[in-house]
């Protein structure tokens, strides 16, 4: 078995979808970003990729390769599940953490859980997603940006 944690935060602009999780919510403004910049799914390859010593999404996806220019992240977690896979492994569970002031995200969360879950072959019931806020503090308190936080649990073979 092996752990890894995950991290990443974009900063909101206007003129960009938010999308978290492979979902797109209602928003004014959406995170900027080379792909997608679903920071949620970025965590999770980046605690993936940790787990696996296989460095973090920047040395697999590049912002320099315009193949990756607006990607949908669920893709790329795809590719990353395809590592997972050829190296003998298979995502136990995962627990995440969606830091913003605002929007609302519980309506999203059972949608991005199954996102998540397909894409990763594993029960919806062992991808934990809860959202918090940090009381106004800091850039995710004032608005400026959303961050981010994952940890996954690999095992060898099929779980």
Same mark, same amino acid.
């Given at each position: 078995?092996?752990?890894? $944690?995950?991290?990443?935060?974009?900063?909101?602009?206007?003129?960009?979808?938010?999308?978290? #999780?492979?979902? %797109? $919510?209602?928003? @004014?403004?959406?995170? %900027?970003?080379?792909?997608?910049?679903?920071?949620?799914?970025?965590? $999770?390859? %980046? +605690?993936? =990729? #940790?787990?696996?010593?296989?460095? %973090?999404?920047? &040395?697999?996806?590049?912002?320099? @390769? /315009?193949?990756?220019?607006?990607?949908?992240?669920?893709? *790329? *977690?795809?590719?990353?599940?395809?590592? $997972? /896979?050829?190296? #003998?492994?298979?995502? /136990?569970?995962?627990?995440?953490?969606?830091?913003?002031?605002?929007? &609302? =995200?519980?309506?999203?969360?059972?949608?991005?859980? !199954?996102?998540?879950?397909?894409? =990763? #072959?594993? +029960?919806? @019931?062992?991808?934990?997603?809860? +959202? !918090? !806020? !940090?009381?106004?503090?800091?850039?995710?308190?004032?608005?400026?940006?959303?961050? +981010?936080?994952?940890?996954?649990?690999?095992?060898?073979?099929?779980?």
């Amino acid at each position: 078995m092996r752990i890894g $944690i995950g991290y990443d935060v974009h900063r909101l602009i206007a003129g960009r979808p938010l999308i978290l #999780g492979g979902v %797109d $919510i209602p928003y @004014d403004r959406g995170l %900027d970003g080379h792909s997608d910049a679903d920071v949620l799914i970025h965590a $999770i390859m %980046d +605690a993936v =990729l #940790g787990a696996l010593c296989l460095g %973090d999404i920047g &040395k697999h996806f590049p912002d320099s @390769d /315009s193949a990756y220019l607006g990607i949908s992240s669920l893709k *790329l *977690l795809e590719r990353v599940n395809g590592l $997972i /896979s050829n190296h #003998g492994y298979a995502v /136990s569970n995962l627990d995440t953490v969606i830091i913003a002031e605002e929007p &609302k =995200l519980a309506p999203y969360i059972q949608q991005m859980q !199954t996102n998540i879950s397909s894409v =990763l #072959g594993m +029960a919806k @019931d062992d991808v934990s997603i809860k +959202a !918090t !806020t !940090t009381e106004k503090l800091g850039f995710c308190g004032q608005g400026e940006g959303i961050a +981010a936080q994952a940890i996954v649990l690999i095992a060898r073979g099929q779980v």
